[in-house]
C-alpha cells in the first residue's frame, strides 16, 4: 500500500525528514520524504499496519523543535515501487503557509560536543546540528535547506560533507561546520587582526582586563562587558547613548543565575526554555556595580543561547549583554558597520562571515501571575505564528503602532508577528520596518488582501499602511487603540466577548482626546466605551511623555494647588487658557505623575522609567510588611456616561500625606492596591449593567507585577474571569494582533451580508 502524508507544522530545520527516514526504515517501510514548499512530503509504502504505526509515532513522539499541527493523508493506487527508504532534494508547490522555526539554543549534545577535547568540533563557536543552532536570521527562502540559507557560502568539508549525506545524527543538519569548514570566528582590536581560537582568546582577555567587546551573536550584534567592572559600564552607557534603563546580564548556568537573583520553578522553566529569553528576576544582594541595573529590583537575566556565548561566560562569568546599537536605532548585522562606526569606541569586534537576514533582539519576558508575560518578542518567538479559532478571511497586514514597533501578516488561522523592530519615530527604525514587511511577505508568501492600522494620524505606520493599501488597491481598515489591546488578548484566548480594561500612556481616542485608562465592552469586532480614569487637561503635548514634573504640575493645577517651582505659573497658565492642552486619561500619565510627587520619578530617560521607579518603591514596602488596612479609596462616578475612576481626590490626599511625612513606599505600594480596587469596582459595575464577565487585561501599564496581581485577584475573587496576553506583548508590541482579529472580524461579516 501506498500512502502520501503531508506533515504540517514546524517540520523545516528541526531535523525531521532525517528523524522520518530512521523511523520509516527501522519499520521496514519504503519510500521518500522532501520538504515541500513549507510544509513536508512524506511517502510511504507497506502493510497498512506498519504505515499506522508509523503515523502513530510521528504524531506522538515528533523530533525534538518540532510542531506538528496535524498530518494529512491520503492513499495512492498507482505508485512507483520504493526498494528504500530515501531523502529526496526539495521541491513541489503547496499553498500551505510555512511555519518556520525561530533559532534554536545549543543542544545538550553539541555542548557535550563542544567540551570534549578529543572530539573534532571541540570548542568550535559554530558548532550545531538537527537539533540546534541559527535558523530564521539565516533563511534567504524555502524550503529550509543549505542552499537557501546564508550556509551557502560555506562548503562543507569532506568530513561534514559524509556526516551529511550519511545515516548520523548530523544528517540534512544545513548548518553543518567545522574547523575547517564553515564560519570562522575574527577578533579586531585597533589594525590587528586574530582568527580562530586566538580570536576568542584575545576577546575574553579584553573582557577580563574590563574592556568592552562587540560581538557578532545570532540575530544581529552585541556589547559585551563585565558588569563588575564600573568602569566597563559606564563607557557602555555612553556608547550606547543610555542613560539608565537596566543592563541584561547573560550567566554561564542556571546554578550562577540562583546564585545571584530569586527564581521559582516558573521562572527557572522560563530561563532554560528553547526561546532562552531575557528573564526579569527579583535581585538577591547588590551583586554587580550599581550602574548595570540603576535602582531596579529586577536582574534581567539570561543564559547562553549559542556555542560563543556559553565559551565566553564559562571563561569571564556573567556578563553585561546587550544590543549593539545606539538607544533609537535599529539592531546593527553588518560587519562593515560595526567596525566603521563603533570599532573606535569599543576594545574589539569579535564576529564572522556569516550574514545575518533578519535581526533579532533578544526577547524579554517575566512570570505573571504564574504564567509567561512577554514584554519584548523577538529572537527565540519569532517567526512562530499564533494560532487563531477566527480565520482570517483574506490575507490581512496590520500595521501595529509607532512605539516598540511590529506588524503582523494574518492568513488562514494563523498570524505571523514581526520582531520587535524599535521606535518608528527613527527614519532607520522605519526602513528596517519596510526590509522586513518586503521579506516576510516573500517568505511566508502572504500577499496581503486588506490593510488595517491605527486611527492616529500622525503615526509613520498609519501612513505607511495608507501608502500600502493605496499601491495595491486592497480596503484599508482603522482600528482604535486601545480596542486593539484588548482584541490582542481576546485573540490569543479565543473571546467573543468581555470588558477590556486598557491602561497605558497614549493612545488616539475616539472623542480626538488622548486616551490611556480604559473600560471597553468589546462584543466581537465592536467596541463601546463604559468608563476610564477620570479625565483631565494635561499641557506640553509629547514632552509630558517623559516630563514627570510637568504631568504633576499639571494634576496639581487640576485639584487648584500648586508647587514652588520657578515653571509652575507657566504650565497653570497654558491650562487654564487651553494652550498646547489635551484632555487625557492616561494611566501612564498617572503613574508619572504619583512618581514624582513622592519623589522617587522625575523624568522618563526611557519609557516607564518613573512607573517602575514607583513600583520598586511599592515592592520594598510590600517586603517589609508596611501594608495597613486602613488605606486610601478611589471613589467611582458615573459621569458624561462613563463609569470613572475619581483622581483628583488622590491628588489631594498624597499632596497631604507626603507634606504629613508619610513613608513614600508605603503611599506607592497604598496607591497601586487602591488602584487594582478600583479597577475591580469599575467591572463590578459594568458587569451588573450588561453581564460581561470576562475581563482582559491590556496595555503597558498592566507589565506592573504588583498592580496586575492584585487586579487579577480582586476580580478574581468577585467571580470574574480574568484574561492577560500571554503570546504577545501587553504594550504597543502587540497592538498588530488585536487590528488584525477585528478587521477579519469586519471583514467576515460584509462578506456574510
Known amino acids: 500500500m501506498t500512502c502520501r502524508v503531508n506533515a504540517i507544522g514546524v517540520v523545516q530545520g528541526v531535523g525531521f525528514r532525517p528523524y522520518t527516514a530512521r523511523l520509516a526504515r527501522r519499520l521496514g517501510l519504503c519510500g521518500s520524504v522532501r520538504n515541500c514548499g513549507g510544509i513536508v512530503e512524506i511517502l510511504l509504502q507497506g502493510s497498512e499496519t506498519k504505515i499506522a504505526a508509523f503515523l502513530q509515532q510521528l504524531e506522538n513522539e515528533p523530533p525534538e523543535g518540532a510542531v506538528i499541527l496535524r498530518l494529512e493523508t491520503e492513499w495512492l493506487q498507482h505508485q512507483p515501487s520504493w526498494k528504500e527508504f530515501a531523502i529526496l532534494p526539495s521541491g513541489g508547490v503547496t499553498t500551505e503557509t510555512p511555519i518556520l522555526p525561530p533559532d534554536l539554543p545549543t543542544c545538550r549534545r553539541c555542548l557535550e560536543e563542544l567540551h570534549t577535547p578529543d572530539n573534532r568540533r571541540f570548542r568550535h563557536p559554530f558548532i550545531s546540528c538537527t537539533a540546534c543552532g541559527p535558523r530564521y536570521s539565516i533563511m534567504e527562502g524555502i524550503p529550509y535547506d543549505r542552499e537557501t540559507t546564508t550556509m551557502q557560502a560555506f562548503p562543507l568539508c569532506d568530513t561534514c560533507a559524509e556526516e551529511y549525506w550519511g545515516d548520523v545524527r548530523r ?213 512562530l505564528p499564533i494560532l487563531t479559532k477566527q480565520a482570517f478571511p483574506v490575507p490581512i497586514l496590520a500595521a501595529g503602532g509607532d512605539l516598540k514597533a511590529s506588524f503582523c501578516l494574518a492568513a488562514g488561522q494563523r498570524a505571523y508577528i514581526s520582531q520587535y523592530l524599535g521606535d518608528m519615530e527613527s527614519r532607520k527604525v522605519a526602513q528596517m520596518y519596510d526590509r522586513e514587511l518586503d521579506r516576510m511577505q516573500k517568505l511566508f508568501g502572504i500577499q496581503p488582501g486588506a490593510v488595517v492600522c491605527d486611527m492616529h494620524t500622525a503615526y509613520h505606520s498609519v501612513n505607511r499602511a495608507q501608502e500600502i493599501a493605496h499601491e495595491r488597491k486592497i480596503p484599508l481598515l482603522k482600528v482604535q487603540h486601545h480596542h486593539a489591546h484588548a482584541a490582542s488578548v481576546m485573540a490569543e484566548h479565543g473571546l467573543s466577548s468581555c470588558i477590556g480594561v486598557c491602561f497605558d500612556g497614549t493612545g488616539y481616542g475616539l472623542d480626538g482626546g488622548i486616551w490611556g485608562g480604559e473600560f471597553l465592552l468589546c462584543k466581537e469586532e465592536t467596541m463601546q466605551r463604559a468608563g476610564c480614569l477620570e479625565p483631565i487637561l494635561l499641557c506640553g503635548g509629547d514632552r509630558a511623555a517623559k516630563d514627570a514634573q510637568l504631568c504633576a504640575q499639571c494634576h496639581l493645577v487640576a485639584v487648584g494647588l500648586s508647587d514652588d517651582t520657578p515653571d509652575f505659573a507657566l504650565v497653570q497658565a497654558a491650562v487654564l487658557h487651553k494652550v498646547n492642552i489635551s484632555r487625557s486619561t492616561s494611566v501612564g500619565r498617572f503613574f508619572d505623575a504619583v512618581s514624582f510627587l513622592l519623589g522617587v520619578g522625575q523624568e522618563n530617560t526611557y519609557e516607564g522609567e518613573c512607573a517602575s521607579a514607583l513600583e520598586q518603591a511599592a515592592f520594598r514596602a510590600f517586603s517589609a510588611e508596611k501594608q495597613e488596612r486602613e488605606r486610601f479609596h478611589f471613589e467611582i462616578e458615573k459621569c458624561e456616561g462613563l463609569w470613572q475612576i475619581q483622581r483628583k481626590a488622590y491628588i489631594r490626599y498624597l499632596a497631604e500625606k507626603s507634606a504629613a511625612g508619610v513613608d513614600r513606599d508605603r503611599l506607592a505600594l497604598e496607591f497601586h492596591l487602591a488602584l487594582a480596587e478600583a479597577i475591580a469596582g469599575v467591572c463590578a459595575h459594568i458587569r451588573r449593567e450588561t453581564g460581561e464577565n470576562n475581563v482582559a487585561l491590556s496595555g503597558g501599564v498592566f507589565a506592573n507585577r504588583i498592580l496586575t496581581e492584585a487586579c487579577v485577584s480582586m476580580l478574581e475573587q468577585q467571580g470574574f474571569q480574568v484574561y492577560l496576553n500571554r503570546a504577545v506583548p501587553p504594550g504597543d508590541g502587540g497592538i498588530c494582533l488585536g487590528q488584525a482579529w477585528i478587521a477579519a472580524k469586519r471583514l467576515a461579516r460584509e462578506c456574510n451580508k
Open 171 to 383: 544528517m540534512h543538519a544545513q548548518t553543518i561546520s567545522c574547523h575547517e569548514c564553515g564560519p570562522q570566528l575574527l577578533f579586531r582590536a585597533g589594525n590587528n587582526e586574530w582568527s580562530g581560537e586566538n580570536a576568542l582568546c584575545r576577546a575574553a582577555e579584553k573582557l577580563e582586563q574590563g574592556g568592552i567587546i562587540a560581538i557578532k551573536g545570532i540575530g544581529g550584534y552585541q556589547f559585551v562587558c563585565r558588569p563588575d567592572m564600573q568602569s566597563a559600564v559606564v563607557r557602555l552607557r555612553q556608547i550606547k547613548e543610555r542613560k539608565k534603563k537596566p543592563l541584561a546580564v547573560m550567566f554561564p548556568t542556571p546554578e550562577t543565575v540562583c546564585e545571584f537573583c530569586h527564581v521559582n520553578a516558573e521562572e527557572q522553566n522560563l530561563l532554560e526554555s528553547q526561546a532562552r529569553p531575557i528573564v526579569l528576576l527579583k535581585k538577591r544582594t547588590e551583586c554587580f556595580c550599581r550602574e548595570v541595573i540603576e535602582n531596579s529590583a529586577y536582574i534581567g537575566a539570561f543564559l547562553p543561547y549559542s556555542p560563543l556565548h556559553h565559551l565566553l561566560t564559562e571563561q569571564c562569568g556573567p556578563l553585561v549583554v546587550t544590543s549593539g546599537n545606539r538607544s533609537g536605532e535599529p539592531l546593527v548585522v553588518q560587519d562593515t558597520q560595526m567596525l566603521e562606526q563603533f570599532s573606535g569606541q569599543v576594545d574589539g569586534v569579535l564576529y564572522h562571515k556569516r550574514r545575518i537576514t533578519a535581526p533579532l533582539d533578544d526577547s524579554v519576558a517575566q512570570i505573571l501571575c504564574g504564567g509567561q508575560q512577554l514584554i519584548r518578542r523577538s529572537r527565540g518567538y519569532v517567526p
